[in-house]
């Protein structure tokens, strides 16, 4: 099995501050993909990363995938109450028969109007 | 426009007792999956399909059964519904997912509580 680790577990910022959430593994990932679940939904894709050393902007999020393809992290600026919600990586490794994700544990965000 | 569709969104079963979870999509897909999500536990793979008539076992496939007799429809049957099958279940599908690079849509999920 091919872990994701996701730091911080949780996350209560007041709305306008940064933050930055780390998603981490001792294996490399050909991709790596951030979802956003809202509370009774499904997670929802918000980027994918497949270069090492790839950045991404989705408006206030930058997504970085790491060098040796092994983490990423997610920033948020001036984070806004949309903002809250459970913040997923999932990892994909190529492999004859893999059609897997391997998904994190998620940080919990809530941003304190 | 549903994308992936389950149902029921509610259940709460009895020890022992069976029942279906049902989805599906109108994407036209290939791809299928089902996941479990447990608190503070991320998502789980149960069993993925990777087209009609094909199956496969994921991580966590002890107690549930597939089957995927079209493109649209891919339940998931628990026959002996036990404690530890509590969960959300959520069905998602891709295009495909041969490079890693196509996103799964997921369905809102069914909470299941075994008591």
């Known amino acids: 099995t091919q872990l994701l680790e996701q730091s911080p577990q949780f996350l209560s910022i007041q709305e306008g501050e940064n933050l930055t959430v780390y998603c981490n593994s001792s294996s490399v990932f050909s991709s790596l993909q951030w979802y956003r679940q809202e509370p009774g939904e499904g997670p929802v894709l918000l980027v994918t990363?497949?270069?090492?050393?790839e950045v991404k902007k989705l408006k206030r999020l930058t997504f970085q995938f790491g060098d040796a393809r092994k983490d990423s992290s997610l920033h948020i600026t001036a984070a806004q109450p949309g903002d809250t919600g459970l913040y997923l990586c999932a990892g994909f490794h190529t492999g004859a028969g893999s059609y897997q994700l391997t998904f994190g544990k998620g940080t919990k965000l809530s941003v304190i109007p | 426009n549903a994308g992936v569709t389950q149902t029921p969104k509610f259940r709460i079963l009895k020890i022992g007792q069976s029942m279906t979870l049902q989805c599906t999509q109108d994407m036209n897909h290939n791809y299928m999956y089902w996941y479990r999500q447990d608190p503070g536990m991320g998502l789980k793979l149960i069993y993925y399909?990777?087209?009609?008539?094909?199956?496969d076992k994921g991580e966590v496939p002890n107690g549930y059964n597939v089957s995927r007799s079209t493109t649209e429809d891919f339940p998931l049957r628990l026959e002996l519904a036990a404690p530890s099958q509590t969960s959300v279940y959520f069905c998602?599908?891709?295009?495909?997912?041969?490079?890693?690079?196509?996103?799964?849509?997921f369905g809102d999920g069914t909470r299941l509580s075994i008591l």
């Open positions: 399909s990777v087209g009609a008539g094909i199956t």
């Open positions: 998602a599908s891709s295009y495909s997912q041969g490079s890693g690079n196509q996103p799964q849509h």
């Open positions: 990363v497949v270069t090492g050393g």
